[in-house]
């Protein structure tokens, strides 16, 4: 899976305007949504919401993977926050995170969102492109830098 097939760089924010988890969520939902890639925000918003009360997708190292499945979309979409003050996030490690990247998939399609989150994952184990990201100040700048890591 290439992750820019999913992502479209209008679905990037750089730098987030959210100072919490809970702004930050709502600001990436309403990306999508502003982009017309939901058929329902609030149903989005609220599956993303309870997957994050069931446990953080602070997953550590400054980065979060908020997620969730639901019929509030038709195909699994993807949005980006660079933070430029890093957020409290409940992450396992317990420290702050600067990269957000939420995903939203159908109910019914649990296998491209379990290779997204895969695919994430193994991007962000290379430190100096982790590091790229953090200090991305344009959406430009983060889709370049990830296109780059994936056809590289």
Do not use: W
Not at 36 to 59: K, P, Q, W, Y
Not at 83 to 105: G, H, R, T, Y
Not at 130 to 138: G, H, W
């Amino acid at each position: 899976m290439i992750l820019t097939q999913i992502l479209q760089p209008t679905c990037i924010k750089a730098p987030l305007d959210g100072k919490d988890k809970d702004s930050v969520i709502t600001e990436l939902v309403d990306l999508l949504a502003g982009n017309n890639l939901l058929l329902d925000r609030d149903v989005v918003l609220e599956a993303v919401f309870a997957r994050e009360r069931t446990r953080s997708t602070g997953i550590g190292s400054g980065i979060a993977i908020p997620h969730g499945k639901c019929n509030g979309v038709d195909d699994l979409v993807m949005a980006v926050g660079i933070a430029d003050e890093p957020v409290n996030f409940d992450s396992i490690d317990q420290k702050p995170v600067s990269i957000v990247i939420l995903l939203a998939s159908p109910a019914d399609r649990t296998g491209p969102h379990i290779q997204a989150l895969a695919r994430i994952s193994r991007l962000m184990l290379d430190d100096e492109f982790k590091t790229k990201l953090e200090n991305a100040t344009s959406p430009e700048e983060v889709y370049q830098l990830i296109s780059t890591k994936e056809n590289g």
